[in-house]
């Protein structure tokens, strides 16, 4: 069997992360740091899982001179990809973060408009590159030219060749991703909340809400929280993880770290516990280390008992 990994991410883009010692709205502020990384989240979860020792390949819709950066990135990363060419030129994302108060402010562009003609090409590249893969990550928003409707079209192909797919996204992105039941979906609590159209205030709540989308054929339903920890379901499970104490420095690419080290579980037959354990590790290392560094395997299988698991009676 193949353990080949892949990484969708339809809208990439440049990531422009500014550091500012005390964000001030509507003043002038001095950036103490810059730094510019390939960015999307089929391309973090694919350097997480570099990271992790992971066969992985990203794929998606790359362009213009913003689109060559982000492939040189990739290169520098040894992270193989073939992503189709646009004309349209890939978008830029500024996120800036407050280091006196530790926030980021994310700021982000739509994207370019993929043609008809693109969009059909990379269908096609990818339904021949899922014959050799285990796994589909798909993750993010979608391009101007693409439908929502998307996600679902590549979720069928893969389970027509027997690949188990994950998707993180929000909006009407995950709404009609869900429509093809892919095996893992890990949504925020708020991405959760706007999905079902409900306000969530205990973990019996979220329990029941996450059982009405296993109900419909998703295997997992792995929510995370940021600090407060995540919480796993499935028809048969409900588990509640509460993390070890960091001190958090930045929240870029913590829940991409959470989707790698459920591709990487399931590469290893982990069940939902292991799983939940080794997703809301990878989310905390990731989220203790400053601007868009991501955790390493072994930092993460080093804290791996201090995450606290509880079961649910819900």
Known sequence: ????????????????????????????????????????KGINVAKVLKGFQVDVTAVGFIGGHNGNLILQDLEREGIEHSFTETAAETRMNLKVVD????????????????????????????????????????GGSVPPGVEHAEYALLIETAKSKGVKTILDADGDALRDGLIASPNVIKPNIHELEQLLGVTLESDEEIVQAARKLTS??????????????????????????????????STVGAGDSMVAAIASSLLHGRGLEETLRWATAAGSVTASKPGTQVCRSEEVEERLDDVGITRIEA
Request: avoid cysteine.
């Open 1 to 40: 069997m193949s353990k080949l990994v892949i990484t969708v991410t339809l809208n990439p883009a440049l990531d422009k992360t500014v550091t500012i010692d005390g964000l001030e709205v509507g003043g002038l502020n001095r950036v103490d740091d810059i730094r510019i990384d390939a960015g999307g």
């Open 99 to 138: 280091s006196t108060v530790q926030v980021t402010t994310e700021i982000n562009e739509r994207g370019g408009t993929v043609s008809s003609q693109e969009k059909a090409q990379f269908q096609q590249a990818l339904e021949d590159q899922l014959e050799q893969a285990s796994i589909l990550v798909l």
């Open 216 to 249: 419909q054929g998703i295997e997992w339903v792995i929510v995370s929280m940021g600090g407060e920890g995540s919480v796993a379901v499935s028809k048969d499970e409900a588990l509640r993880a509460r993390p070890f104490k960091i001190k958090p420095e």
